[in-house]
T-cell receptor, first 112, second 117 residues
Framework: SQQGEEDPQALSIQEGENATMNCSYKTSINNLQWYRQNSGRGLVHLILIRSNEREKHSGRLRVTLDTSKKSSSLLITASRAADTASYFCATDQIFGNEKLTFGTGTRLTIIP | DGGITQSPKYLFRKEGQNVTLSCEQNLNHDAMYWYRQDPGQGLRLIYYSQIVNDFQKGDIAEGYSVSREKKESFPLTVTSAQKNPTAFYLC????????????????FGDGTRLSIL
C-alpha cells in the first residue's frame, strides 16, 4: 500500500518562482527521502532527512519534517526549466521490513 | 563512471512468454531492488536483496522471480503468470545499513519499459 501521498499532484509555476511540494504519510518513520524523476528516466536521490531532524538544506532545496503531523515539504527556490520533473517522497517505516515506500509523486512544470 | 545499467530499454512480451530484465551495478553496493512503476503512479517494490544468494519478496512479487548469484547482478524474470506486466521497471541499489535500508540513498538505473505484443 502507498505510505506517502504528495500534494499537489501537479504544479506549474513560472521560472524563477519557488515551488513547494508536500508529502504526508501514515505510520511512524525512521527517515524520509526525496527523489526526482525526469520523464522516462530513473529516480535521482535529492535529500534524506532523519526523524530527529526538522529541516535540511541542499543547494536550492529545503526539506522540512514534522513528525507530529506526519508530513514533509520540499521547497525548490528560484526554479529553473531544468527542475521540470516528478518529485517523490519515500519513507523508511519503523518495523517496515527494510524497505522504502514511495508516494505517488508531484509533477512539477517550470514555465520559461 | 559508477552506476546501474538496465537492459534492454524497451522489451516486448508475447502471451505465455517469460522475459528477463537485466540489472548490473558497479557501485559495489550490497543491496539491490526491483520496482514497478505504472503511469502516474509511485514505485511499488517487487523484490529486494540485501546480500548475495538471498532475496526477499516485496509488495507485488506474484508473477515475478529473481536471482542474486553475483553482487553486481540482480536479474528480474517476468513470468507468464504475471497477467498485467505492462509497466516501467526500475532497478536500484544502495549501501547496506545496520539500522535499516532507509538510512541510505538508493541509486537507480534508467529503467526498462515492458509492453505486451
Amino acid at each position: 500500500s502507498q505510505q506517502g501521498e504528495e500534494d499537489p499532484q501537479a504544479l506549474s509555476i513560472q521560472e524563477g518562482e519557488n515551488a513547494t511540494m508536500n508529502c504526508s504519510y501514515k505510520t511512524s518513520i525512521n527517515n524520509l527521502q526525496w527523489y526526482r524523476q525526469n520523464s522516462g528516466r530513473g529516480l535521482v536521490h535529492l535529500i534524506l532527512i532523519r526523524s530527529n531532524e526538522r529541516e535540511k538544506h541542499s543547494g536550492r532545496l529545503r526539506v522540512t519534517l514534522d513528525t507530529s503531523k506526519k508530513s514533509s515539504s520540499l521547497l525548490i527556490t528560484a526554479s529553473r526549466a531544468a527542475d521540470t520533473a516528478s518529485y517523490f517522497c519515500a519513507t523508511d517505516q519503523i518495523f517496515g521490513n527494510e524497505k522504502l515506500t514511495f508516494g505517488t509523486g508531484t509533477r512539477l512544470t517550470i514555465i520559461p | 563512471d559508477g552506476g546501474i545499467t538496465q537492459s534492454p530499454k524497451y522489451l516486448f512480451r508475447k502471451e505465455g512468454q517469460n522475459v528477463t530484465l537485466s540489472c548490473e551495478q558497479n557501485l559495489n553496493h550490497d543491496a539491490m531492488y526491483w520496482y514497478r512503476q505504472d503511469p502516474g503512479q509511485g514505485l511499488r517494490l517487487i523484490y529486494y536483496s540485501q546480500i548475495v544468494n538471498d532475496f526477499q519478496k516485496g509488495d507485488i512479487a506474484e508473477g515475478y522471480s529473481v536471482s542474486r548469484e553475483k553482487k553486481e547482478s540482480f536479474p528480474l524474470t517476468v513470468t507468464s503468470a504475471q497477467k498485467n506486466p505492462t509497466a516501467f521497471y526500475l532497478c536500484a541499489s544502495s549501501k547496506p545499513s545496520g539500522t535499516g535500508v532507509g538510512n541510505q540513498p538508493q541509486h537507480f538505473g534508467d529503467g526498462t519499459r515492458l509492453s505486451i505484443l
